[in-house]
């Protein structure tokens, strides 16, 4: 079996979770058939392109191909990327003759799957990372692009063989948001974690590098700036912590210039200090390797760092530290695995592997509660006779937007639930440990890869 994994995102060029499920579900797959990565960017050194701890394998063959660049000239900025991945999608035709089965990921290469369907008959699985009807802040983002962008999405899900959802969370959200879509098309197959590479590292020369107060517990974001990850809502959070809690940013990689200068904005406010000069739009550009702000759960990138521990005219301390530089995998791994508490804020999330990231580095986690994020995280108060591994915040969403009805409450509910494991370290520390448990019970890829090749092999008996 020759499978096809469209993708916009693979090492080097990751940025989110659809790129770094993809990479590790084509290293699995790998081990059992023959896998094509097709991607977006420049051909990178090839040394990049596989761990140095992971043996190459013959059966994985990675592609990279970028858009028409004629597409998008004279165009505006902000639809440039739906064009372009309309480019590439008709491109890529020229290599997809010969597989089995064709799998995308993510709206950007939908349409891949859609046209080798129609011009090959080659079976078409589509995995939902997230739903365009859902995100409609992308508008912000792309502009009336947004709308070509929802096309592309549609048109494949409408026409997808099989649609595998991340959670049964989001195969809800299918079925809200596209209702003429076959129940029976739908299959739930999890995300997954590398438990060998994510576990608890004792090590803290991350710590020590980039100013974090090992001294001090501190509450840990690891996320892009934008309005889906919710980080805002934790900046708003920290006047309502312990005075001099010690929070820990690794965020950059701005959706919009306007979500940039908010951002900006409140910490600076909280820290009086001046950002303004530290933080700009630099949001990745389809089809060509992301600029240096990119951050992602793997790697951390921004422009030159900063930290910031003062207080405000009140008196109360507000100690923050943004990382705004690469930070490597490795250096990731210590941070999630030294905080006190992880905090996931966003306010959707169709899965949502940074918490399988913390939680396998044993740190308990405060989460909203949504999408996946609830067939993730087990919270406190609702945890029955499993071991909770965390706080799950609910809140009220505008169906608009998913954003909250009542953002000062979300934000003061997550303050609340942060504190309280700052002040119980046993019940955090037994929180992590559950958490590290779940992880291995139900998240290993390889699970998850046979589950996926289990589809593929009923779709090629039809």
């Known amino acids: 079996m020759r499978v096809g994994l469209m993708t916009r995102e693979y090492p080097p060029y990751v940025y989110g979770g659809a790129g770094v499920h993809v990479e590790y579900l084509s290293r699995e797959l790998a081990k059992f058939i023959e896998v094509e990565v097709h991607a977006w960017g420049e051909v990178p050194p090839a040394d990049s392109l596989h761990d140095a701890e992971l043996p190459h394998n013959p059966n994985l063959h990675v592609y990279f191909n970028q858009p028409w660049p004629m597409i998008s000239n004279g ?18 035709q020229l290599h997809l003759e ?6 995308t990921h993510t709206w950007y290469v939908s349409m891949a799957g859609f046209l080798a369907k129609k011009l090959y008959n080659i079976p078409f699985v589509l995995t939902t990372h997230s739903l365009e009807p859902l995100r409609a802040w992308k508008a912000e983002q792309l502009g009336s692009g947004y709308a070509l962008s929802s096309w592309m999405e549609r048109t494949a899900i409408l026409e997808a063989d099989a649609i595998i959802a991340v959670s049964n969370g989001t195969k809800a959200d299918i079925q809200k948001a596209y209702p003429d879509v076959d129940p029976a098309r739908i299959h739930v197959i999890y995300n997954g974690i590398d438990l060998n590479q994510y576990q608890y590292n004792p090590s803290t020369d991350a710590l020590d590098k980039y100013g974090v107060d090992k001294t001090k517990p501190y509450v840990l974001f690891v996320g892009r700036i934008t309005r889906q990850k919710g980080v805002t809502h934790l900046v708003d959070a920290i006047p309502h912590l312990p005075p001099g809690t010690q929070v820990v940013l690794c965020a950059g990689a701005p959706d919009t210039p306007e979500i940039a200068a908010e951002m900006r904005n409140k910490v600076q406010a909280l820290t009086n200090v001046d950002v303004s000069a530290a933080l700009h739009d630099e949001t990745p550009d389809p089809g060509t390797k992301p600029p240096a702000t990119t951050v992602d759960s793997d790697n951390v990138h921004n422009p030159p760092g900063h930290a910031a521990a003062t207080g405000d005219a009140t008196g109360r301390g507000h100690n923050i530290v943004w990382i705004e530089q690469m930070v490597s995998k490795e250096e990731a791994i210590q941070l999630y695995s030294h905080c006190a508490v992880f905090c996931c804020p966003s306010v959707y999330e169709p899965f949502g592997i940074i918490n399988l990231e913390a939680m396998a580095c044993k740190a308990p986690v405060v989460a909203s509660a949504t999408g996946g994020i609830l067939e993730v995280v087990i919270d406190e108060s609702n945890s029955g006779d499993k071991t909770p591994t965390g706080h799950l915040i609910h809140f009220e969403t505008d169906p608009a937007t998913s954003f909250p009805t009542n953002p000062q409450k979300f934000s003061k509910d997550l303050a609340t639930r942060i504190t309280e494991l700052l002040a119980d370290p046993a019940k955090a520390k037994a929180m992590g440990e559950a958490g590290r448990k779940r992880v291995e019970e139900h998240f290993s890829w390889t699970a998850i890869a046979q589950q996926t090749i289990d589809l593929y092999q009923s779709l090629i008996r039809k």
């Open 98 to 103: 010969k597989l089995d089965v064709i799998h």
């Open 75 to 92: 165009t505006q900025a902000k639809f440039k990327g739906a064009l372009e991945a309309l480019s590439l999608n008709l491109l890529q």
